[in-house]
């Protein structure tokens, strides 16, 4: 069966600090990865997609960064942390065709940038 | 611009039935999802409906009509274990997912 994991679960960060974000997928190939990023009281805020290694599309311009090494690798990176980088952040696939497109999530990423 | 509407939060009892409603206005339809996330956790997929009418799964049900942009889940026999926030989400032309800000659930006893 599928599972998908990120790490760390929290995250405590002051202001500048680099970011590095980690989800993993196992038991499907050549999935499509997405990294969300949810705010209280607002919907999930897309921030980027790959459909193939080395294939990021990046929704919203900002300081963060994302990479896909291997086929079920994603990382989800930064420089230096802002504030309004805090949030709560989610990795998902979805198998690669486009006929149903349902999501499926990982834990969750809680980042607080003090 | 693209629009998902739901109300923010809703209270039901325990046992009783509740209607949580979702309209939208997107660039296309490829479909619309809800999806049930507790409170500190991840959102898990609950139903997809792309033709009109009625989906039923055990005691929840969802229902869209197109040409109105709106669609509905339904619960029923509610537990405690319902509490939790649902999300509408639909796919655009584009197959993206466009996500309303989510219904928070309150059952009471």
């Known amino acids: 069966s599928q599972t998908i994991h990120q790490w760390p679960a929290t995250l405590v960060q002051p202001v500048g600090s680099p970011l590095s974000l980690e989800c993993t997928v196992e038991g499907t190939s050549?999935?499509?990865?997405?990294?969300?990023?949810?705010?209280?009281g607002r919907g999930l805020q897309l921030?980027?997609?790959?459909?193939?290694i080395g294939q990021i599309s990046s929704?919203?311009?900002?300081?963060?960064s994302a990479s896909r090494p291997q086929d079920r690798q994603f990382i989800l990176s930064s420089k230096k942390?802002?504030?309004?980088?805090?949030g709560f952040?989610?990795?998902?696939?979805?198998?690669?065709?486009?006929d149903t497109g349902e999501?499926?999530?990982?834990?969750?990423s809680r980042l607080t940038v003090l | 611009g693209?629009?998902?509407?739901?109300?923010?939060?809703?209270?039901?009892?325990?046992?009783?039935?509740?209607?949580?409603?979702?309209?939208?206005?997107?660039?296309g339809f490829n479909g619309l999802f809800w999806y049930q996330q507790h409170a500190g956790e991840a959102p898990t997929f609950l139903s997809y409906n792309v033709l009109d009418g009625l989906e039923e799964k055990g005691r929840f049900s969802s229902f869209l009509s197109r040409s109105k942009g709106y669609s509905y889940l339904l619960l029923k026999e509610l537990q405690m274990k319902d509490s939790a926030s649902y999300l509408c989400a639909v796919m655009d032309s584009n197959y993206q997912l466009i996500w309303g800000a989510g219904t928070k659930?309150?059952?009471?006893?």
Not at chain 1, 81 to 86: A, I, K, M, Q, Y
């Open chain 1, 30 to 40: 050549n999935p499509n990865l997405y990294w969300y990023r949810q705010a209280a």
């Open chain 1, 47 to 52: 921030l980027f997609y790959s459909v193939g």
């Open chain 1, 59 to 64: 929704e919203v311009p900002q300081n963060l």
């Open chain 1, 81 to 86: 942390l802002l504030l309004s980088d805090s």
């Open chain 1, 89 to 98: 952040y989610l990795c998902a696939w979805s198998v690669g065709d486009r």
């Open chain 1, 103 to 108: 999501l499926f999530f990982g834990e969750g």
């Open chain 2, 2 to 27: 693209q629009n998902i509407d739901q109300p923010t939060e809703m209270t039901a009892t325990e046992g009783a039935i509740v209607q949580i409603n979702c309209t939208y206005q997107t660039s």
């Open chain 2, 105 to 109: 659930l309150i059952i009471k006893p």
